[in-house]
């Protein structure tokens, strides 16, 4: 999906576990972010980044931890996971030109 | 605060019954208005952008219009691989896009 990876596309964890989902693109755009995918929620920001070194709080943030050290990648970390982060995740990148965002193909974690 | 609401939840057609999806919203100072489509297990898909009151775009079967208040999603003739959950996007200011929670559309042949 438009050069956006993410990794891995499946994952279960135990309560309390940690764990990083990566997304990496190869398009050099400066917007990335990370979206939660939940039935009857609809996509809800997690995090967000506008370049390298910065980053800033979507509507969900709690219980995440991003961080962008290259324009390229931004990971998404679970320090301590619970059940209530079990999602799907989303990565998405965005043209800055339109406006329009492209999505990885998801990240479907499990917390038990 | 942005906003953005869907409406029907869910659509069910059988094969070639002409509808339309909708999206409302309420924005400060609207940017672009995003159509996605998603399909189970995969990523939302980009359709259109649209950016101003009485714009249209096509592509297809869909054709998206827009007003100052709300935009359609007009299905023509649909077939049964136009299944899918669609989903509209709301960009304003230098904020995030705002998405809806999605039409989740059944096509019957």
């Known amino acids: 999906n438009a050069g956006v990876t993410q990794t891995p596309k499946f994952q279960v964890l135990k309560t309390g576990q940690s764990m990083t989902l990566q997304c990496a693109q190869d398009m050099n755009h400066e917007y990335m972010s990370w979206y939660r995918q939940d039935p009857g929620m609809g996509l809800r920001l997690i995090h967000y980044?506008?370049?390298?070194?910065?980053?800033d709080q979507g509507e969900v943030p709690n219980g995440y931890n991003v961080s962008r050290s290259t324009t390229e990648d931004f990971p998404l970390r679970l320090l301590s996971a619970a059940p209530s982060q079990t999602s799907v995740y989303f990565c998405a990148i965005r043209q800055e030109a339109t406006g329009e965002l492209f999505f990885g193909e998801g990240s479907r974690l499990t917390v038990l | 605060e942005d906003q953005v609401t869907q409406s029907p939840e869910a659509l069910r057609l059988q094969e070639g019954e002409s509808s339309s999806l909708n999206c409302s919203y309420t924005v400060s100072g609207l940017r672009g208005l995003f159509w996605y489509r998603q399909d189970p297990g995969k990523g939302p898909e980009f359709l259109f952008t649209l950016y101003s009151a009485g714009e249209e775009k096509e592509k297809e079967r869909l054709k998206a219009t827009l007003t100052k208040k709300e935009s359609f999603l007009h299905i023509t003739a649909p077939k049964p691989e136009d299944s899918a959950t669609y989903l509209c996007?709301?960009?304003?200011?230098?904020?995030?896009?705002?998405f809806g929670k999605g039409t989740r559309l059944s096509v019957i042949a």
């Open positions: 996007a709301v960009h304003s200011g230098n904020t995030p896009l705002v």
């Open positions: 980044s506008v370049g390298a070194g910065i980053t």
